[in-house]
T-cell receptor, first 113, second 116 residues
Framework: AQTVTQSQPEMSVQEAETVTLSCTYDTSESDYYLFWYKQPPSRQMILVIR??????QNATENRFSVNFQKAAKSFSLKISDSQLGDAAMYFC??????????FGKGTKLTVNP | DTGVSQDPRHKITKRGQNVTFRCDPISEHNRLYWYRQTLGQGPEFLTYFQNEAQLEKSRLLSDRFSAERPKGSFSTLEIQRTEQGDSAMYLCASSIQTGPAADTQYFGPGTRLTVL
C-alpha cells in the first residue's frame, strides 16, 4: 500500500518570510510522481508543483520549490517570500502504479501580515 | 478551458434517500476521477474513467455507490440509501493522457453532501 504522511497539521509564517512544509511517503513502485496541491478556504484544489521521481533535479515554480530526497522518501515544499494569498491547506500527493492520487492529511498554512 | 464543474455544489438529504452528482470535465480531457474528502482529511480516491470505461474502483467503495460516464464526457456519481457516514465533499478531477508520464489532475469545486 502507498502512504503519504504530513506531520505538521498547522504551520504559520510571517508575510515575506520562508516556510517549509514536510511530507514523507512510502511506495514500492520504482516509477512514481509527487505533487503538492493547494486548497484555499471554500475554493477548489489547484496544483502547486509536481516532481518526477526519476528526475534528480528538484522542481521549482516561481516562489515554490521542493526538496526531494528519494532515499529518505521525503518531499518537502518551500514557499519563499510568503504572501497572504498563500494561506490555504496544502496537500502532498503520490501517484505510482495506477492513475489515482494518494493524499496526505494536509497542512494548514496561515500567513500573518 | 472553463475548468471542471460540478453540480450541485451543496446537497442536503435524509438518510435512506438516493442522491446523484454530476461532473463536467475540462473539454477534451479523456480521464475523469472521483474522490471523497471528509473533514480534516485529504481526498480519498473512489474511481476513475478513461473515456467511457471505468478502469479502477477503490476497494473501499460500497456497493451503494455507482458511477457512470456514458459518452466519455460528463460523469455521474450516485449514492443509494444514503447513510450519515456518507456526509463528505465529493471531488471530481479530470486529466488528459499526453504520454507515459503521469497526467496532472485538475479538480472541480466539489459537491458537499450532508446526510441528516
Amino acid at each position: 500500500a502507498q502512504t503519504v504522511t504530513q506531520s505538521q497539521p498547522e504551520m504559520s509564517v510571517q508575510e515575506a518570510e520562508t516556510v517549509t512544509l514536510s511530507c514523507t511517503y512510502d511506495t514500492s513502485e520504482s516509477d512514481y510522481y509527487l505533487f503538492w496541491y493547494k486548497q484555499p478556504p471554500s475554493r477548489q484544489m489547484i496544483l502547486v508543483i509536481r516532481q518526477e521521481a526519476y528526475k534528480q533535479q528538484n522542481a521549482t515554480e516561481n516562489r515554490f520549490s521542493v526538496n526531494f530526497q528519494k532515499a529518505a522518501k521525503s518531499f518537502s515544499l518551500k514557499i519563499s517570500d510568503s504572501q497572504l494569498g498563500d494561506a490555504a491547506m496544502y496537500f502532498c500527493a503520490l501517484q505510482g502504479g495506477s492513475e489515482k492520487l494518494v493524499f496526505g492529511k494536509g497542512t494548514k498554512l496561515t500567513v500573518n501580515p | 478551458d472553463t475548468g471542471v464543474s460540478q453540480d450541485p455544489r451543496h446537497k442536503i438529504t435524509k438518510r435512506g434517500q438516493n442522491v446523484t452528482f454530476r461532473c463536467d470535465p475540462i473539454s477534451e480531457h479523456n480521464r475523469l476521477y472521483w474522490y471523497r474528502q471528509t473533514l480534516g482529511q485529504g481526498p480519498e480516491f473512489l474511481t476513475y474513467f478513461q473515456n467511457e470505461a471505468q478502469l479502477e474502483k477503490s476497494r473501499l467503495l460500497s456497493d451503494r455507490f455507482s458511477a457512470e460516464r456514458p459518452k466519455g464526457s460528463f460523469s455521474t456519481l450516485e449514492i443509494q440509501r444514503t447513510e450519515q457516514g456518507d456526509s463528505a465533499m465529493y471531488l471530481c478531477a479530470s486529466s488528459i493522457q499526453t504520454g507515459p508520464a503521469a497526467d496532472t489532475q485538475y479538480f472541480g469545486p466539489g459537491t458537499r453532501l450532508t446526510v441528516l
